[in-house]
DNA sequence: AATAAAAAATACTAGTTGGTATGTTTATGT
DNA sequence: ACATAAACATACCAACTAGTATTTTTTATT
């Protein structure tokens, strides 16, 4: 029982480790020897829990980095309230949330979707899978504005969930390219307009 | 004089295998060994042209990838017209002119901003040389439209162009996960709600 | 205390990486 | 025609890569 227990703690050390080295450095640069000096164990350990790289990239994806667009962008949408409001606070907020070094480093999940979306079929249906999840949110959130008589009935709820969520992780990455918040900015003023026009 | 011009071809010839594997592969998991297979010259004649892959990637982002940008999404909003209708046809149409595998591979710039974008200042500046170029052609055709009046006049034009270009790589990373083109019309459908609101 | 199995360490592949050193071939200017 | 330099080829390097084989250490069961 113990055994498991050290087991399970060992691999929650792997994979935080991991999830941070690709972040900042991306996925396919980053080595299991990388790794596993960040987590002062050897190889060796690694091999015991993981039997590839992909397996690890793959528990990543669906724990650490799923995790994140679900604490920041999706139960925050879990509230009760006036639902346009919800969206427009939720997607501003978590922008100005981020550290510099979010700011710099982007997205995660955006990061490995255009770093290794198109390789492997199994990275792709588990960042696939989070994008789902969001977009789900979304369309249930607007859905209900709609009937609260906030937002418009006559807006197609997957298009809008669809494009603000384009919106928002095409304006991650493009902030990365610059060293101030002005782009970002723009994006929230664009952002700001673009929900004016769904809003009842 | 025609030593010179075989030099410009050979650089060509390397920048294009380049570009291309670039694209289909990821930058960094493309070798210099894998480029020159490509070109069927030796890694000797690749060192004899270029000092260091980085000096290539260079080439490759303000040669090859920005000349796509520019052809496809910069050129054609320099067109006489109403402005408004100019910006939806240019964003929707460029779209879905896309092959099967631009579709999976996504959005070379958008690709390389999020692979290499936070790790050399020089891709940094290379890679936002091109960002600024198309914000600078959509804000002058908002602004032609505001003066023609088929554009509303409050809105911000920088604001506009960022969040028009932010939603455009966004779908561009996103659509790479899937193997249909549902998520590229929920786009164009959100795209073109969102351009009426512009719309005067 | 003895046995077995899990957890982890050590040592090792074979292949790949960016880059260099040193050649050979081809063009050019005199 | 000859010296010079550019264009390209060959052979190499040290560092790194994912993964394996083997051994040691720790934990659990009897």
């Known amino acids: 029982m113990q055994q498991e227990l050290k087991s399970e703690i060992t691999k929650q050390l ?3 480790k991991a999830f941070n080295l690709f972040y900042q450095n991306g996925f396919k640069t980053t080595s299991i020897d990388k790794i596993m000096k960040e987590t002062t164990l050897s190889k060796g350990a690694f091999y015991h829990h993981y039997k590839s790289k992909k397996e690890l990239g793959l528990e990543v994806i669906s724990l650490k980095v799923e995790k994140r667009v679900v ?3 999706i139960a925050p949408l879990r509230q009760s309230g006036n639902a346009y409001q919800i969206i ?4 501003t907020n978590r922008l100005k949330e981020f550290s510099i070094n979010e700011k710099q480093q982007g997205c995660p999940m955006n990061n490995l979707i255009n770093e290794i979306g198109n390789n492997e079929i199994a990275y792709q249906n588990a960042l696939k899978n989070i994008i789902e999840l969001w977009k789900t949110a979304l369309v249930q959130i607007i859905e209900r504005g709609k009937q609260e008589h906030t937002i418009k009935e006559e807006v197609s709820s997957q298009a809008v969930a669809t494009y603000l969520i384009s919106a928002f992780e095409g304006i ?6 610059y060293t101030n918040d002005t782009v970002l900015d723009e994006y929230i003023s664009g952002l700001t307009f673009y929900l004016n026009q769904i809003k009842k």
């Open 14 to 16: 792997i994979i935080d």
């Open 71 to 73: 604490n920041g962008m």
């Open 88 to 91: 427009k606070d939720v997607f």
């Open 172 to 177: 991650r990455g493009i902030r990365k390219l």
